[in-house]
């Protein structure tokens, strides 16, 4: 059994800019995630398979984030709260996850990052509310992930970022050119899948999305 991965202080412990892998399981994940770290990612967020494909097992879980350890956060789903021990730097909630209501007073998450996925403003505020460290908005363009649902564009993004006070990390359909516009929404960062599953060198990739983000941040003297 790999020993557990110590736990990281909360907020300001979100790094920012931050450039999230968003990660299914799957045979190569942990090459492809120890790849884009190595490129500039940040934050690995480990996301159960929508098509059931693959389950992250406790197994897998541990193992990547040994892998990442001291080089990324890395964020495991609500679900796991519970069945065994939390692994990991913290949890990801969906905005619709309500198995779990009284997740930011559970005795796991002491000292863990907690995030949520937001789709409105009125989301936003009622996860910030309750506690959440950052969110994750979205979906900002029209992405294959989500086919026949039209992105909502930047200045809902806007509107968001502009209504909370804890980081907020765009996500959907976000090339390397749309990074610029939305860190000038008011994002502290992009979340991608994709790019960095699809690419031939996921390192490059990521490095591509963070030369983008490190130049319009330090633009705006982040």
């Known amino acids: 059994m790999i020993a557990p991965v110590p736990c990281i202080k909360r907020w300001p412990a979100v790094p920012v800019p931050s450039l999230m892998f968003v990660a ?11 790849a884009a770290v190595k490129g500039g990612v940040n934050i690995v967020r480990l996301r159960k398979d929508p098509l ?8 897998l879980t541990e193992s990547l984030a040994l892998r990442l350890r ?14 065994s021990p939390l692994i990991g730097d913290g949890i990801h909630l969906r905005e619709a996850d309500n198995r779990h209501r009284n997740v930011f007073d ?51 993004l806007h509107s968001i970022c502009q209504a909370v006070d804890i980081p907020v990390i765009a996500i959907g359909g976000i090339t390397v050119e749309r990074v610029p516009a939305c860190i000038e929404a ?37």
């Open 24 to 34: 299914h399981p799957g045979p190569e994940i942990e090459r492809i995630a120890e």
């Open 106 to 156: 559970h005795p796991d998450l002491a000292g863990r990052l907690i995030g949520r996925s937001v789709h409105s403003v009125d989301a936003a505020k009622a996860a910030v509310e309750r506690g959440a460290d950052y969110l994750i908005a979205g979906t900002v363009y029209d992405t294959e992930s989500h086919p026949g649902l039209a992105g909502s564009g930047v200045d809902h």
């Open 186 to 222: 008011g994002a502290a960062g992009v979340a991608i899948i994709s790019p960095i599953v699809n690419a031939k060198n996921p390192r490059r990739i990521a490095a591509q999305y963070r030369a983008s983000l490190d130049i319009i941040w330090r633009g705006k003297g982040g």
């Open 52 to 59: 059931g494909a693959g389950e992250w097992t406790p197994e």
């Open 70 to 83: 001291g080089r990324a956060i890395v964020l495991t789903c609500a679900a796991d709260i519970g069945e």
